[in-house]
């Protein structure tokens, strides 16, 4: 089993590593969001008479997404943002892993 590191929360390179993490995080977010509010109200408010020329199941495509596609959207948009913050916390903790054994090393 590897060796557990201390991370010092305190040290500048740390702090940088989880600035740029919330960052990242919080982009994702944004851009996750935007979309269900594309989804939910542009698709099934503002483009509903326009989509409504279209059909899915013999219902019209605005009907659709008022009633079903937002919600599925958005249960779709969670296992994406659960896939994307999987990696991102991947490559956090080798970033901190990183910062720690080179701090190991200088001592």
Not at 18 to 32: C, G, H, P, S
Not at 42 to 66: E, K
Not at 86 to 103: M, P
């Amino acid at each position: 089993m590897p060796e557990k590191r201390t991370i010092d929360v305190h040290d500048p390179r740390v702090r940088a590593a989880i600035d740029r993490y919330w960052r990242q995080n919080l982009r994702t977010m944004a851009v996750l969001l935007s979309i269900w509010a594309m989804a939910g109200l542009g698709c099934g408010v503002l483009f509903a008479d326009w989509l409504n020329a279209y059909a899915i199941g013999g219902f019209p495509v605005g009907f659709w997404f008022a009633q079903q596609g937002s919600i599925v959207v958005f249960v779709l948009l969670i296992l994406v943002y659960a896939v994307m913050l999987n990696r991102l916390d991947d490559r956090h903790h080798a970033d901190l892993e990183r910062i720690a054994a080179a701090r190991d090393r200088a001592e």
